[in-house]
């Protein structure tokens, strides 16, 4: 297996298809709310959370199969329903569309994993092992969780301030560069 490339996608606003509304679904709609995705669920039976989301016209539920159709408009798709051969198909269905798509515990049939993320504020640090061992990546996340307290978020968006502020004044590139080093090589909290 070639090496993943890693990035942060901005999906605000997008269309995004999750097949399944059991709990690792409702898991993943969870997460692709959280990125202000529009999201449209086609599942047979939906958890009452997605259930509450779709009363709440937070996203769009059909309660019926998947269809190839559901596809069309779609930036990225999960497939997480109970059977591997439904998610192997929407997979496939998805490739051949150039729609990436993530088939839930299914390394083979992903284009995309799922990464454990830390996160503090603007502050996001995903972990993937490929699918190769996600109780790994979760193991790895609680650690950085303790190493990366709460107050990182804060000190995070007073780096972003203190950066604007030299940007907005005439300073020579090096020295906006050395003193940006200097303050984020700081403990949070510290002072500038």
């Given at each position: 297996m070639k090496a993943l490339f890693p990035m942060f996608v901005k999906l605000a606003g997008r269309s995004c298809l999750v097949v399944g509304a059991g709990k690792t679904g409702e898991a993943k709609i969870a997460s692709l709310?959280?990125?202000g995705a529009h999201v449209r669920v086609v599942a047979l039976a939906a958890t009452e959370r997605v259930e509450?989301?779709?009363?709440?016209r937070t996203l769009k539920w059909e309660a019926r199969a998947f269809r190839p159709s559901d596809l069309d408009g779609a930036f990225l798709v999960v497939a997480a329903t109970s059977s591997a051969r439904t998610n192997g198909h929407i997979?496939?269905?998805?490739?051949?569309?150039?729609?990436p798509c993530n088939a839930?515990?299914?390394p083979a049939h992903c284009d995309f994993f799922y990464p454990a993320?830390?996160?503090?504020?603007?502050l996001q640090i995903a972990i993937s092992t490929a699918g190769f061992s996600p109780a790994l990546a979760q193991r790895l996340r609680r650690q950085l969780e303790q190493q990366f307290a709460p107050e990182y978020g804060t000190w995070l968006e007073e780096?972003?301030?203190?950066?604007r502020q030299l940007f907005a004044q005439d300073v020579r590139p090096q020295e906006r560069r050395r003193l940006l080093h200097l303050a984020a090589g700081r403990d949070p909290g510290s002072t500038k």
């Open positions: 709310l959280g990125s509450a989301w779709h009363r709440e997979f496939r269905e998805a490739r051949q569309r150039q729609i839930v515990d299914d993320v830390v996160r503090r504020g603007p780096l972003g301030r203190y950066r």
